[in-house]
């Protein structure tokens, strides 16, 4: 009869962590590990509108805001977050109301397979939140780092400044 196998066995951490997503809490396996958020978004919570792209910081497909900041979901831990508040696409709209960033690249067509599309619309949202009146070339500079393989550049930079105007006119 074999020996019993005597080597050590970490035990696996069970204590739920929280995350804050869009308003609400969704509690977690605290597993003691670094998970990429994207991974818990995605296969955890099924919040499968954040995408990911290189996995590297590259693309910007994964972005999701963190305390209204625009963040890449690849390269943040997700015991990074806890106490933080995160917004994913799916959090974007109020009820039925949509976004103006999301309502502006709805009129200007912009998606074509859409994969870029919820990091490039987190991403001007946290832009125009600090830069409500932006001026072309500041939009260039705001959405130069994500990405977009189908190429829809300048439709996305006529939608963040569209997304602007509607923004102000939200406001008046
Ligand atoms: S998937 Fe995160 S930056 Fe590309
Ligand atoms: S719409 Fe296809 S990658 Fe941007």
């Known amino acids: 009869m074999p020996d019993a196998d005597t080597r050590a066995v970490t035990p696996r951490k069970t204590h739920p962590m929280e995350l804050l997503i869009n308003g ?23 919040f499968t509108g954040t995408k990911f792209g290189c996995g590297a910081g590259i693309c910007g497909a994964c972005t999701v805001l963190v305390d209204g ?7 943040t831990p997700v015991n990074s977050v806890v106490g933080k508040n ?3 696409i799916e959090g974007l709209a109020d009820g039925d109301t949509l976004h103006p960033v999301q309502q502006a690249f709805l009129e200007l067509q912009v998606p074509q397979c859409g994969w870029c599309m919820s990091g490039q ?6 832009f125009l939140q600090n830069n409500p009146t932006p001026s072309a070339a500041d939009i260039v500079a705001a959405m130069d780092q994500n990405y977009c393989r189908c190429g829809t550049y300048h439709r996305i930079r ?13 406001q008046a």
């Open 69 to 75: 900041v625009a963040t890449r979901s690849c390269q």
């Open 86 to 88: 995160i917004r994913t």
């Open 121 to 126: 619309m987190l991403t001007a949202t946290a």
């Open 158 to 170: 006529q939608a963040v400044a569209r997304a602007a105007e509607l923004q102000k006119e939200n």
């Open 24 to 46: 609400q809490t969704y509690p977690i396996a605290d597993n003691g590990d670094t998970r990429p958020l994207v991974l818990v978004l995605r296969d955890e919570l099924a």
